[in-house]
């Protein structure tokens, strides 16, 4: 009788940067789940493949090769949605470096990814799902992937730091504006997850060790760690939880 609400069956999810890592396993999960997906990515090709995926489980799901930075783009693509229940606020980036020699270039492509283009993707979901007219009863759900460094900081991530507390900071307001519509506004916060972007890092062997070192569990996330707190957030088993984050960190900000 509990379990019934851990799923997500009927309800229409879109999952930005869902070509590759978290963005995929969240899309892939949703659909296991029972939602319907929209997946955005920069690359067809890998968008093909996870709609490929979504479809051998009888699942529906489009999708738009896009640049979230792209205000004029997102802007098109959410003109086009009719409805929408979830959103996963996935994309975004990295550039590790040292405070003092970090370029102003590298800081605004990360600001931009991180910060802007998730409050417009966030903004222009919300108005898709305030067209509703049912949507205090059914509810809705808006899940920033965020991280552990939006928690603590962290050698040579200080735009990182700055961009992730952002998105923890955002959550939290959002939370508080949409609350009397019934749209839950939540974070999820992982420690390293074995992604395509964290394997180019884990070349380096002494960093992935100095990692591993700082998670009392002793190991890296999965990319199915992340989803299934996704999932989760995207319930009804949730319906109490808003501007909250669920950290996936192997107890990293525990020490």
Known sequence: MFLKNFNVKNKTALVTGSGKGIGKACAIALAEAGANVIILSRTE??????????????????YYVCDVTN??????????????DILVNNAGTNRPEYFTKIKRKDMSEVVDLNIKASFDIAQ??????????????????????????????APLRSVYNMTKFG???????????????????????????????????????????SVIENIPLGKIATESDIASAVV?????????????????????IAK
């Open 167 to 209: 998105v923890e900071g955002l959550t939290k307001g959002m939370a508080i504006d949409l609350a009397k519509h019934n749209i839950r506004v939540n974070s999820v916060c992982p420690t390293f997850v074995e992604t395509p972007m964290v394997k180019k890092f884990f070349k380096d062997k002494s960093f992935k060790k």
């Open 45 to 62: 090709k890998d968008l093909l493949i996870v709609q490929s995926k979504i479809k051998k489980l009888k699942k529906k799901c489009s």
């Open 232 to 252: 989760y957030l995207a319930s009804d088993a949730a319906s109490m939880m808003t501007g909250s984050s669920l950290v996936i960190d192997g107890g990293w």
């Open 124 to 153: 222009l979901a919300t108005k898709v799902m305030l067209k509703s007219k049912n949507r205090k009863k059914i509810g809705g759900s808006i899940i920033n992937i965020s991280s552990q460094l939006g928690k603590v900081g």
């Open 71 to 84: 205000l004029k783009e997102i802007k098109k693509i959410f003109s086009e949605i009719n409805k929408l």
